[in-house]
């Protein structure tokens, strides 16, 4: 099997997964005001440092999409809010292998994880956004300060912190794993 087939078989395997991994949440509590921790997202973070950005990005857009097909719960108010809640974050997410390593002097931090927290702080962020201008609470407006309370610190941190340390605990395993398994070079590490 030719390099470019063979990465197209996984970008449906971990989209095929990301689906699977988006069942299992139903099987999650869900936090005190709503969201639960998005495994999802753990394929799609696996993806991109498997098989580069590129293939990253498509992985997380056809995963959502294949999702919708299936009739995984998304609440579709327009376009603009279905780009906010699920196109840009599943998409930071897939690009994760992008994001660059970091250093601090002698000190370096790897992309795996540098990429997980900016995709997971990107996603929190267009959610935070959707929120704000289409999930606000009953009694404010949209763009109110009681809906960019309600959306930055009610309902979408913690959910969104609890994503990104499950992200962190086992990303790095499920790579580890993968590398030691696998003869592919991971495409996506710096």
């Known amino acids: 099997m030719n390099q470019k087939t063979r990465k197209l078989v996984f970008v449906a395997f971990y989209a095929a997964l990301g689906i699977v991994l988006n069942y299992c949440t139903e099987f999650l509590p869900s936090m005190p005001n709503g969201g639960t921790i998005e ?30 097909l299936f009739g995984l719960s998304n609440y579709i108010v327009s376009p603009m809010q279905t780009a906010l809640d ?57 763009g109110s300060l009681a809906a960019w309370i309600y959306s930055a610190w009610t309902y979408n941190l913690a959910y969104n912190l609890a994503t990104l340390v499950v992200c962190l605990l086992i990303v790095p395993v499920l790579i580890k794993a993968l590398q030691h398994a696998s003869k592919d070079k991971f495409a996506g590490i710096k």
């Open 86 to 142: 699920y196109i840009v974050p599943v998409a930071a997410c897939g690009l994760a292998a992008l994001y660059p390593k970091i250093k601090f002097g002698k000190w370096s931090i790897s992309n795996v994880y540098s990429g997980m927290v900016i995709g997971i702080f990107l996603k929190y962020a267009s959610h935070v956004l959707a929120g704000v201008y289409f999930w606000f609470p009953e009694g404010s407006a949209a």
């Open 39 to 68: 495994i999802t997202v753990i394929a799609y973070f696996v993806a991109s440092f498997h098989l580069g950005w590129q293939y990253g990005l498509a992985t997380a857009v056809l995963g959502w999409l294949v999702g919708c």
